[in-house]
């Protein structure tokens, strides 16, 4: 059994854990509250948006929709949009949206990596370190834009990826991320972002409301100008998604460091009782004996 110091000075180390873990535990709640309050506020706009995509796309001939947004082609680059965060201590949020991304590759793309035609864009430091140190071909990243997700930097990569697609660089992009349920729940995701399959939007159109809308000037033009606006909202929406799944995963992980670093401590003090006891228990027999000597 070890001795008196060891055991205490174990006691005083988990004690300072757990008041970091716990002090951790509080801040990354308090990021979470905000935002959580970004990511609900957004998703009604998000929903509106879209349903009002469904209502003109179910409504209008697709062979009119002339849009290099829509264009399918022979899918011979892809671009893999990998969001994560930039630093650890939050479970495997990080781990979880790099398997995924990896599984993705897998199932779909894998002779495009063999090719040499699927690169990475790396929103975030873990999963930029992660790529680059495994030598996959990277397009470009991220850090500063998941710390504190705001629309004008989205916006600018929205139109660099669109400008991309457009130009013919990359014949498919698509955007792996966490999404937020709640602060126990990250949902992983893989959404296609381009191009933009209208065929989709057409079947959800038949179950569109009864609500009716007067267009101006008219519905391809209208469609044609809501694609790159609903774009830079989707990957919007996707950022704040990830960025307080983020908080709720590390919420979460120093939560449970902190429920372990008790039960530690509650072994480690009865490993001290038990230790202290024994001592004490030698010191008496030694007593007793050394009294017994003398009276013999």
């Given at each position: 059994?070890?001795?008196?110091?060891?055991?205490?000075?174990?006691?005083?180390?988990?004690?300072?854990?757990?008041?970091?873990?716990?002090?951790?535990?509080?801040?990354?709640?308090?990021?979470?509250?905000?935002?959580?309050?970004?990511?609900?506020k957004m998703r009604?706009?998000?929903?509106?948006?879209?349903?009002?995509?469904?209502?003109?796309?179910?409504?209008?001939?697709?062979?009119?929709?002339?849009?290099?947004?829509?264009?399918?082609?022979?899918?011979?680059?892809?671009?893999?949009?990998?969001?994560?965060?930039?630093?650890?201590?939050?479970?495997?949020?990080?781990?979880?949206?790099?398997?995924?991304?990896?599984?993705?590759?897998?199932?779909?793309?894998?002779?495009?990596?063999?090719?040499?035609?699927?690169?990475?864009?790396?929103?975030?430091?873990?999963?930029?370190?992660?790529?680059?140190?495994?030598?996959?071909?990277?397009?470009?990243?991220?850090?500063?834009?998941?710390?504190?997700?705001?629309?004008?930097?989205?916006?600018?990569?929205?139109?660099?990826?669109?400008?991309?697609?457009?130009?013919?660089?990359?014949?498919?992009?698509?955007?792996?991320?966490n999404q937020f349920?709640?602060?126990?729940?990250?949902?992983?995701?893989?959404?296609?972002?381009?191009?933009?399959?209208?065929?989709?939007?057409?079947?959800?159109?038949?179950?569109?409301?009864?609500?009716?809308?007067?267009?101006?000037?008219?519905?391809?033009?209208?469609?044609?100008?809501?694609?790159?606006?609903?774009l830079k909202v989707?990957?919007?929406?996707?950022?704040?998604?990830?960025?307080?799944?983020?908080?709720?995963?590390?919420?979460?992980?120093?939560?449970?460091?902190?429920?372990?670093?008790?039960?530690?401590?509650?072994?480690?003090?009865?490993?001290?009782?038990?230790?202290?006891?024994?001592?004490?228990?030698?010191?008496?027999?030694?007593?007793?004996?050394?009294?017994?000597?003398?009276?013999?």
């Amino acid at each position: 059994m070890a001795n008196l110091k060891e055991v205490r000075s174990r006691i005083a180390s988990v004690k300072n854990t757990q008041q970091i873990t716990s002090a951790m535990k509080m801040v990354s709640a308090s990021k979470l509250r905000k935002a959580q309050n970004a990511i609900q506020k957004m998703r009604p706009y998000d929903e509106k948006l879209h349903n009002i995509m469904r209502h003109i796309s179910g409504d209008v001939d697709q062979e009119q929709v002339d849009s290099v947004y829509t264009t399918e082609r022979e899918v011979e680059k892809v671009l893999l949009v990998v969001i994560s965060s930039n630093r650890g201590l939050c479970g495997s949020f990080n781990t979880n949206v790099i398997k995924k991304a990896e599984s993705r590759i897998e199932e779909d793309f894998q002779s495009h990596k063999e090719n040499s035609n699927l690169f990475i864009y790396a929103i975030g430091k873990k999963v930029f370190q992660y790529f680059n140190r495994e030598g996959y071909q990277t397009a470009g990243h991220e850090e500063e834009m998941i710390e504190k997700p705001e629309f004008e930097p989205v916006r600018e990569l929205s139109g660099l990826l669109m400008k991309q697609f457009a130009e013919g660089e990359y014949d498919r992009i698509e955007i792996v991320y966490n999404q937020f349920k709640n602060a126990a729940t990250q949902i992983l995701k893989s959404e296609k972002f381009l191009p933009v399959t209208t065929d989709e939007e057409q079947e959800d159109a038949e179950q569109k409301t009864d609500a009716e809308y007067l267009y101006e000037p008219d519905q391809e033009t209208i469609l044609l100008e809501l694609l790159p606006k609903t774009l830079k909202v989707q990957l919007y929406k996707i950022l704040l998604d990830s960025h307080a799944a983020e908080h709720g995963a590390r919420m979460t992980a120093m939560h449970q460091a902190t429920e372990n670093a008790k039960e530690l401590l509650r072994e480690l003090q009865l490993a001290y009782n038990k230790a202290r006891q024994a001592a004490i228990t030698n010191e008496l027999m030694e007593i007793t004996s050394g009294a017994d000597a003398l009276k013999g």
